[in-house]
């Protein structure tokens, strides 16, 4: 288990809990000495059996709050030190390492507020050759170019696809793009907000797997996608009660989906809950 912390301190930090007989226990806490104030390393973390990922997307090393990723490999005795990535071009301000998603060797790292030649926001996909992290394709919005649209505020990773949120597109409606590895990431498919649903910012949280596509919206719904081999069709809408909102983190395993609802208080004020469905 991996928690990121990044009010903790004057930096961030991350986490790597084990689980053991007698529970949750901490293996290592994570915290890059070059780091600078405010930094946020802990934004965002991606955790696989060989891998931890954590993001720093206000990281100054390349320009003010251009962000960066570290990326720790677990060996025969522990953590690695962290290997630090940067794109090859980030313009200031551009937040790299707001999202993350990893699977195998490949990572895709969200940049929400700038890629290489605008304010447009990236999502930037990431191989490792057996040495070191290498920037391979930089994705950007097949709709082009409004720098408050924010893609790659979100990000998700399975097999060949990769999902992108572009959660202020078209007024602040929000968009997610599916994007198909053939010889290159290629655009397939742009999915708008639901025309059933008021809520703004659709594509602020993604995930995918095994054919299914999450989609959270800060408000109070969540949309699940399936692949029919053509496209992803909208197969389930979840819908809060309206005394609350859902602040719709989401994520899927297989047929069963996750929702949080932060300010739902079923069990106090505020207190939260997570809402699971199978599809």
Not at 35 to 57: C, H, K, N, R, S
Not at 59 to 81: C, E, K, L, M, N
Not at 138 to 165: E, R, W, Y
Not at 201 to 220: A, C, E, K, N, R
Request: aromatic share 12%; charged share 15%.
């Amino acid at each position: 288990l991996a928690v990121g912390a990044s009010g903790h301190g004057q930096e961030g930090a991350a986490y790597v809990f084990a689980f053991e007989a007698s529970g949750w226990v901490q293996e290592q806490k994570f915290v890059p000495p070059s780091l600078g104030v405010q930094d946020y390393f802990g934004v965002a973390v991606a955790l696989t059996e060989e891998w931890l990922i954590v993001g720093a997307p206000y990281d100054d090393s390349q320009g003010i709050y251009t962000g960066a990723v570290w990326a720790y490999q677990r060996g025969g005795s522990g953590w690695t030190q962290g290997e630090k990535l940067v794109p090859d071009c980030i313009p200031g301000g551009a937040n790299f390492g707001y999202s993350l998603a990893i699977e195998g060797s490949r990572l895709v790292v969200g940049a929400p507020h700038g890629d290489c030649n605008s304010a447009a926001g990236a999502a930037h996909v990431f191989e490792h050759d057996g040495s070191t992290w290498v920037d391979t394709q930089t994705l950007t919005s097949p709709l082009c170019c409004n720098g408050s649209d924010k893609f790659g505020t979100s990000v998700a990773l399975q097999g060949d696809m990769i999902a992108v949120g572009e959660p202020e597109e078209g007024s602040n409606e929000g968009a997610v793009h599916l994007f198909k590895l053939v010889s290159y990431w290629m655009p397939v498919q742009t999915i708008n907000r639901p025309s059933t649903s008021t809520d703004w910012s659709f594509g602020q949280f993604v995930d995918l797997d095994d054919y299914l596509l999450i989609v959270g919206t800060p408000m109070t719904s969540a949309f699940a996608y399936r692949d029919d081999g053509a496209e992803f069709d909208l197969e389930l809408e979840f819908l809060a009660d309206e005394a609350f909102s859902l602040n719709s983190v989401v994520s899927v395993a297989g047929d069963t989906l996750f929702v949080g609802a932060g300010e739902d208080s079923t069990k106090g004020e505020s207190a939260g809950a997570v809402y699971v469905r199978s599809v």
